[in-house]
């Protein structure tokens, strides 16, 4: 297996694990919303999913340029 190939799988696994991550902090999230939970905390969690979306932009980017 060639090391484009082996980079590129490490990657993808890594950037679905990511996707999975931010899919769940996003329904926690709206769980505590609607909970009525103190704005401190789920402005911790946003902030949280925000870093998600931004590595998961980054390694996007960095696939693109495999190719």
């Known amino acids: ?4 190939s ?3 799988d490490k990657i993808a ?4 694990e990511l996707y999975k991550k931010h ?3 996003d329904e926690e999230i709206t769980d ?3 909970r009525f939970e103190p704005e401190h ?3 911790r969690m946003k902030t949280r999913k925000l870093w ?3 590595e998961i932009h980054r390694l996007e980017t960095e696939l693109k340029g495999l190719q």
């Open 13 to 16: 696994v890594h950037l679905q």
């Open 1 to 4: 297996m060639s090391n484009y």
């Open 52 to 54: 998600l979306k931004d």
């Open 23 to 25: 899919r769940t902090l």
């Open 32 to 34: 505590l919303f609607n």
């Open 41 to 43: 905390k789920l402005n």
């Open 6 to 8: 082996d980079q590129h």
